[in-house]
């Protein structure tokens, strides 16, 4: 058995992930394993981590919407498997989409859901706008002094399980500090000032004796974020689609594209794979990787990966109804949810996308149309299983 770390890098995209310039991110690179083509399930905080917790697609973990379902009450965590396997499991987590209320908290002692309310005195678990959420979060200095303050209580040799996350990238773009790191944009500022705390977290865990030689790490990020122009790739605001404010509405890689480096014992060090994997699978690696028995999911151990540095790609679903939220505020009435599949074999990159209630299908080559600009239509929806 070895200890679980599980990093959670909110609205990360992909490419800004691996621009080199994140300090905390190229050390865990240099340590283990780095996909560069992982997909995340949906482009909304609680559904794709519900996700990564179960390594179900939504419809079998239950959550399809910003704020109606919560997670299926039979449904099986990784927390849950962890603690029954021996580990002491905690979280820290930093904004409304992983409030306890979605069931999230499922499976750990200690989950540290707390957060401000927003700055008119609101709920912001009950704000359906994603970005106006993004103004009550936990800033990640918080998030590390309280994930380092529970391991401090865990008794000496006990195994855990945590699960940090860090909300700082998430709109509005405001970084509090500067740590010399280049970047183009306020956002990018976010994602460095998360970054520089990431590595606060790794040192202060080895600063109690958890050496990282011996932890599983495994950091992701469940979306990747719209910028409406900062980035080639973007779609969103006077790019086409002006109900898309950062993330939720759109299925293309700008969000579902995302970061995913696991390292650890026995894990190839320095390895990057092409092959296409996904944010599900991150559930059965962990349970493979600590030797525990499998639960059925829609995903499948990294392991081959992990120790060859290379395997085939998988085909990622990616889902989001959030559009049915949207349309109910009335401002845009013609929005449906979207479904995509994203293949990949070879040198061979491509992606359908449907809308749910349309005749409305597109197929992308990612390789011709890299930023998903040129959509061929096709008669009718592929199936899905």
Same mark, same amino acid.
């Given at each position: ?126 704000? #359906?706008?994603?970005?106006? +959420? !993004? ?8 998030? *590390? $002094?309280? &994930?380092?303050?529970? @391991? ?111 390292? #650890?014992?026995?894990?190839? +060090? !320095? ?8 944010? *599900? $699978?991150? &559930?059965?690696?962990? @349970? ?98």
């Amino acid at each position: 058995m070895t200890n679980v770390l599980l990093i959670s890098l909110d609205t990360v995209r992909a490419d800004v992930a691996y621009s080199g310039r994140m300090p905390g991110i190229e050390a865990l690179r240099r340590r283990g394993v780095t996909f560069r083509q992982a997909i995340s399930s949906a482009p909304l905080t609680p559904i794709s981590h519900a996700s990564v917790f179960t390594g179900l697609q939504p419809a079998g973990h239950g959550i399809r919407h910003l704020f109606r379902e919560q997670l299926k009450p039979h449904v099986p965590t990784l927390a849950q498997q962890l603690k029954e396997a021996g580990h002491a499991t905690g979280a820290v987590v930093s904004c409304p989409g992983l409030n306890r209320w979605y069931g999230l908290d499922r499976g750990f002692d200690f989950y540290d859901d707390e957060i401000p309310r927003l700055p008119d005195g609101s709920d912001p678990l009950t704000v #359906g706008d994603v970005k106006m +959420r !993004g103004l009550a979060l936990k800033r990640a200095p918080l998030v *590390v $002094d309280r &994930a380092v303050e529970w @391991l401090s209580g865990l008794r000496p040799g006990q195994e855990f399980f945590l699960f940090a996350h860090f909300f700082d990238a998430h709109w509005p773009y405001e970084p509090p500090e500067e740590f010399g790191v280049p970047v183009d944009n306020p956002y990018e500022g976010e994602v460095a000032y998360s970054d520089h705390y990431l590595q606060e977290l790794l040192s202060k865990m080895e600063d109690l004796g958890h050496s990282l030689e011996d932890t599983l790490v495994v950091l992701f990020s469940d979306h990747g974020e719209d910028l409406a122009g900062w980035y080639p790739n973007d779609h969103s605001g006077e790019l086409g689609h002006p109900y898309e404010e950062g993330h939720g509405c759109l299925l293309f890689d700008t969000t579902q594209h995302v970061p995913l480096i696991v390292s #650890g014992p026995g894990i190839a +060090r !320095g390895a990057e794979v092409g092959s296409q994997v996904r944010l *599900v $699978d991150i &559930a059965p690696t962990v @349970l493979d990787r600590l030797k525990l028995p499998e639960q059925e999911t829609d995903g499948a151990s990294l392991g081959e990966f992990l120790t060859t540095g290379s395997g085939p790609s998988r085909p990622a679903y990616s889902e989001t109804y959030y559009p049915e939220e949207r349309r109910a505020s009335g401002e845009y009435p013609d929005l449906l949810p979207l479904k995509a599949v994203r293949l990949a074999r070879d040198d061979e990159r491509q992606k359908v996308i449907w809308t749910v209630g349309s005749e409305t299908v597109e197929l992308y080559d990612l390789v011709a149309d890299p930023h998903e600009h040129q959509g061929t239509p096709l008669t009718q929806p592929p199936r899905t299983g």
